[in-house]
């Protein structure tokens, strides 16, 4: 069973920068593909980005391209998302999830981020 536990999320002005965590436990992390997702009010859960097993390679949605980073640490077990020049229409609860080859089987609980104009 892997468990996945994000951190990090929290208010920040618009313009500003987080940095989210995404620990994980229970499982092989390094051999599988991350990703962030994120759910804002009253909307569907959107990818943000996703990044590759040993982290050389991410992709990530247009609406934040530029402006977020995807990497991650093997050795810890641990994912994280840079978010710089944030806008308020980045508010939204960001989940990590572990793609297992046929689908995102494990999410974590989700970070509140909330960004004020």
């Known amino acids: 069973q892997v468990q996945l536990v994000e951190s990090g999320g929290g208010l920040v002005q618009a313009g500003g920068s987080l940095r989210l965590s995404c620990a994980a436990s229970?499982?092989?992390?390094?051999?599988?593909?991350m990703a962030w997702f994120r759910q804002a009010p009253g909307k569907d859960r959107v990818l943000v980005g996703t990044?590759?097993?040993?982290?050389?390679?991410?992709v990530y949605a247009d609406s934040v391209k530029g402006r977020f980073t995807i990497s991650r640490d093997n050795a810890k077990n641990t994912m994280y998302l840079q978010m710089n020049s944030l806008k308020p229409e980045d508010t939204a609860v960001y989940y990590c999830a572990l793609y297992n080859g046929e689908e995102y089987k494990y999410w974590g609980q989700g970070t509140q981020v909330t960004v004020s104009s």
């Open positions: 990044i590759s097993r040993n982290g050389d390679f991410s």
């Open positions: 229970g499982h092989t992390f390094g051999n599988y593909v």
